[in-house]
């Protein structure tokens, strides 16, 4: 007869090892069981048994036993792949101690059973009872050998009944067959939740791969996705920057001017799109830390303050010194969302922004003056494209996408977000997050440059980094229409041999992240290794930078993202230190012509 007909197989390979290993890891305690029962029995057998006879059994098992404990150490420290290659084998050596186990039990009985004794009778039942019980669990991932140590003493406990030779005898026999069944049907059902167990973690560890391979890809698709889009809605923008400055006062300015609108307002939907792709495939990974609101609201007040200011609402903000527990990107998203949703449904009054604390909490709240919201529709306002102060869908009020971003990054940050409204007074959403302890900051003064106004670019040499040609272009007529000369290339590599063969350093490095050579932080170094390592820089990306943002800044390279409006890129050009000289301007100008 097949073992298979018998018992439970492992359903693959996988399952099989996993079964190895899970009885070498907890037959601890069954080989210190049985090296105790060693020693008992030597002790109720050492007047009963010739002493000879008693060394060699007790010699035999205690080399069985060592043999045993090595291996135990061995099979959980083999990796998967050595595993694998010996499974067959582990699985001979694990039958065949298990034979010689139950051998020895045997042989125990055959010495020590006694027919006018029914103490010895009771000592050789309980001698085969614990070891079946305490077998089943240990064994149980390998059921062929609790066969082979069973099958010994199943034969020859009943047979020395039956030898007795009377009915106690033959009563005795049978219940020992019945435990031995009994303790083997346990076993055997053992044996077979433990594949079944072991067969749905895999199995579930086959869907988490699967499941993290898709949210891998999707984050691929995302990446490849945002740049793909952004590129020509990046060069779209430039061209009618550029259009726009070169029909200045002439009726066609108004066109370019639309068209600019226009391409900011297609980046608004496309940005808006990629997060809740970015949000619901898994990609973003909030890193939460202490951070000051102050620093925070420092950066929101002069935006909303001017959008507000030029909706005719009132801006106001509640400064405060609490901290808070967030990641501070994600935080900020989540509150431009709110501050924009609030300004775009104020007619009249204006916008609060404030903060206060609850306990161990910070609720942070935005109050508009809008129209306020019915309560059967406040759910329905934190899904995607839902306005419904929008029939028309007119997109100066957005896409109705930002609650929606808003919504899940609640989730994802586990800070939840309420709101209360009434129809005709306004609405007040909040955000409730944890109180942070405060940390200590630097009190220096921001960098002069980020307050500096904007300055002539006449003159401004920039190299420029760029493998995508429309992109290139465009943004190379921009710059001269701006007065400044421009070197740009696809790849750094030819650029950088132009500038060492003209003796000529510029003065702003720009480039573009994914280039088709390396990436922008490499196309920066090798520049900067020749125009000099304090020459300003800028890297733009159409996806979101693998970079952490320390980093760069610690590189001093200023990160932006596309389609970067034109008059972002001129106040960068604009805010750092002129050019060296005004004769060198002229040089580096005649030689670039």
Known sequence: MRWSTL?????DARTRDAMLRLFYAQSGASLAAAALLVVLLCAYARDRVPAWLLAAWALAFAVLLVLRARWRRVVPRLDDSTLAAGALAWQRRTIASAGLTGLLWSAAMLMVFRRAEPSSQMFAAMLACITG?????????????????????SLTLPGLFIAMGSWAGLYYATLALAGAALATSLMLRHTQLLHESHAMRFEREALLAETQAARDAQARF?????????????????????????LHGRRAAATASQLQSMAQALDGLIEAL???????????VPRPRALPLATLFDRLAPEFAVLADARGLQWRLRPTPLWVHSDEMQLERMLRNLLSNALNYSVQGGVLLAARQRG???????????????????????DEFVQLQNPGRDRRRGHGLGLSIVARLSRLLQHPVALRSRLGRGSCFSVTLPLAVPLTLSTDPPPVAALAPLLPLQGRSVALVEDDEAVRNATVALLRAWGCVVWADAAVAPLLLRLQAEGLRPDRLISDWRLEEGDGLRAIAALRGWAGAGV??????????????????????????KPLPASALRAWLSAEAVPRSAQAVGEIAGKAA
Do not use: K, Y
């Open 536 to 561: 300003p820089a800028l890297l733009i990306s159409g996806e979101t930078l693998p970079v952490p943002p320390d980093q760069l800044a610690a590189q001093q390279i200023t990160a932006a993202r």
């Open 133 to 153: 019980v305490a077998s089943i669990n240990v064994m149980a991932p390998q059921p062929r050998a609790f066969l082979m140590l069973m099958a010994p003493m």
């Open 7 to 11: 018992i439970p197989e492992p359903a």
């Open 360 to 382: 161990g909490q910070v609720c942070l709240s935005v109050w508009d003056t809008g129209p306020g919201i019915a309560p059967e529709h406040q759910a329905r306002i934190f």
């Open 274 to 284: 990629l997060d809740v792709s970015r949000l619901d495939s898994g990609a973003v």
């Open 222 to 246: 995302l990446a490849a996705a945002s740049h793909d889009l952004r590129q020509p809605v990046h060069a779209l923008g430039l061209l009618a920057a550029q259009a726009e400055a070169e």
